[in-house]
């Protein structure tokens, strides 16, 4: 239909303008109108009658085929679209997500938005989100070029966005993913020796300089190889003194600062029962023995922390409220600052610094702005002592599956590449067979 926009008798008769002077054909633009699959009606105004036609009958060939995108689809936010994304991570409704039933990885994954995707692209519209915006991002993100992150965790916190961009597409949002063809950065090969996990000599000497409170738990974490929320999870009642065993059901996780009581571990392969040594099973009873007040009483989930079922706990506090002693579950960060200390007396540390660029809000503008500070990462980390245990079965010719069904893994092949390393002595070990052979030969040469 004439756009009524031009001079035609038409346009005139219903919008006079007397400045206008009358044609008899029409003038102006074209409108064409159609119905949207969902009722809407949709219309685009053309330069001529042939393009309007040709607009339209495009647009009504991509809805028979279904390849048909709505503009108005793609004006939401990225905030706005997380929002409805983000239930489909978690496997549950919107109005049932609750952060104490979240894995490790959606905790991981909800850090990398909300300190890193929300404050950069959290208020961008879908379309208007490019290749190189997003490429500049990931640049930007590196702490090479003075970001906040690791090339590991940039690769981890651009998955994130990937798969937004991603399931937008599927949902008929946005034509294509703008993320295709980004280059991540290189994940730089470290050296054998900052691979190779702590011995366990080390792991002793570290035990001298930490609280007493905590040496059980090292002793139990290099005997079982359990992970950190296992063991801050751990519950009497798992503990089998009869059958020298831990049934692993349940861990305890930190979601925005908040210690949780999680049904389930990392993975299904994660329920599992390990075994005791003699030295884990001698540490065990003679700490139930010293706690006052421990319960082996059978407990749900839902039931909450109850903190007097726990093996392992800060030291007793105070609470502000009743003023009686309480049981404190074990925090991670709390734990790291002890670890940390202690690997330092023990003259076993290693520590790498780099320059980060970090946000920083002003306290009494409440500007951000962007400052330069140090990033230490140490070695060994709590973690390589699972590296060291499952290496240590390694050694003894434990096999593969045997050793996976220990670790919690779903997939042996996991457990060869990134848990098993060589001996730290493998120099010794290489030139001691060496010399023996030498000897051998010697000898051999003697006899003849």
Known sequence: MPSRRCGCEPCLDKHPQPTRKKTKEHTGSWQARCTGPGGETLSKNKPTYDDAVAWLEKTRTEIRERTWLDPKRAEITLCGWHELWWPTQVKQAPDAIRPEEWGQAQIRDDGMWRNHIAPHFGSWRLYELGWLEIQNWVWVLHDENGGPLAAASVTKCFQVLDRMLNAAKLDKRIPYNPADGIKLPTIKKQHPEDRRPPTYAML??????????????????????????????????????????????EVLTETRGRIRRKAYPKSDAGLRSVPLTGLAIRVLRELYAEEEGASRAVSQPLDGLREDELVFHGRNKVSRTTHEPYRAPLRRSSFRRVWIKAIELAGVARKTIKKVWVTVT????????????????????????????????????????????????ERAGEVTWLYTHAASDYCGQVLAAMEDWKARKARLRLVA
């Not at 409170?213 to 974490?221: F, R």
């Not at 190889?225 to 065993?245: P, S």
């Not at 500007?367 to 140490?378: A, G």
């Not at 245990?389 to 670790?407: C, F, K």
């Open 204 to 249: 002793w000497r570290v035990r001298a300089f930490l609280p007493a409170y905590l040496h059980a738990l090292l002793i139990v974490a290099q005997e079982t190889g359990l992970r950190w929320g296992e063991l801050a999870g751990l519950r009497w009642c798992r503990v089998d003194f009869t059958k020298r065993v831990i049934h692993v059901r």
């Open 362 to 409: 002003d306290k009494v503008t409440g500007r951000k702005r962007q400052e330069q500070k140090e990033r230490v990462d140490w070695w060994p980390d709590f973690h390589d002592i699972r590296h060291a245990y499952a290496s240590r079965l390694h050694a003894r010719g434990v096999p593969e599956a045997i050793t996976q069904e220990i670790l919690g893994h």
